[in-house]
């Protein structure tokens, strides 16, 4: 698929954020463009902005001025309620600590977002702990683990159930909040492998969000924040 054919899934235009009315603005972006099934790197150090960006991204934050459009809907007219149906369908969330349940086994961790979104149930197809249990293998999760409460997993682990979680149902976008700064840097790197391999055979657009500059040669296409934010002021 060539750059010119690809639909736009992320666009930006004279988006303004700031936390309060009376503060400056934390986020200024004039225009931000992420094409379909990219595998896009945004880098930037701690405190520029880029969780912000991914709360704005993802509805969680709302901007004040501006349009934020994902795939093809306009986040800012939308409710929280709304707002969450659309990432619950849409988007599957790697956090920087995962957010794993702990009292859940591996399996019940991975099914979870299809427990809140229909739309994510329908596209797995067969069942759904069978389909779980073969994405945790092709993320090389030991099998004698897939049964065991989360808990009792090491970060590299708890790490592989986290994007399984995301991936499970096809979302239309994975975004991974620096997810990989608990492990080594070997580790990070066949980490990343693995989930833009898994994102490919999902059809998946792929966000990965990170301060470790050494990670940027594994994407095709990369963005300072610190150049794409015009604000005076981050947080």
Known sequence: ???????????????????????????????????????????????????????????????????????????????PRQCDMFRADNIGYIFQQFNLLPYLSVIDNVTLPCQFSKVRKQQVTGDLKKTARELLDRLHLPKGLMDKPVIELSIGQQQRVAAA??????????????????????????????????????????????HDPTLEKLFKRSIDLTTVNEAKVTL
């Open 1 to 79: 698929m060539s750059d010119t054919s690809s639909p736009l899934v992320v666009e930006l235009h004279d988006v303004q954020f700031r936390w309060k009315a009376d503060l400056p603005a934390t986020l200024e972006i004039s225009s931000l463009q992420i094409k379909h099934q990219e595998h896009l790197f945004i880098k930037g150090p701690s405190g520029c902005g880029k969780s912000t960006l991914l709360g704005l991204l993802t509805g969680i934050n709302k901007a004040q001025q501006g349009q934020v459009t994902i795939l093809g809907e306009d986040l800012t007219q939308l409710s």
């Open 165 to 210: 979680r995301a991936l499970i149902g096809q979302p239309k976008i994975i975004i991974a909040d620096e997810p990989t700064s608990a492990l080594d840097h070997d580790n990070r790197e066949l980490f990343i492998e693995l989930l833009m391999e898994q994102a490919n055979q999902a059809g998946s657009t792929l966000i990965f969000v990170s």
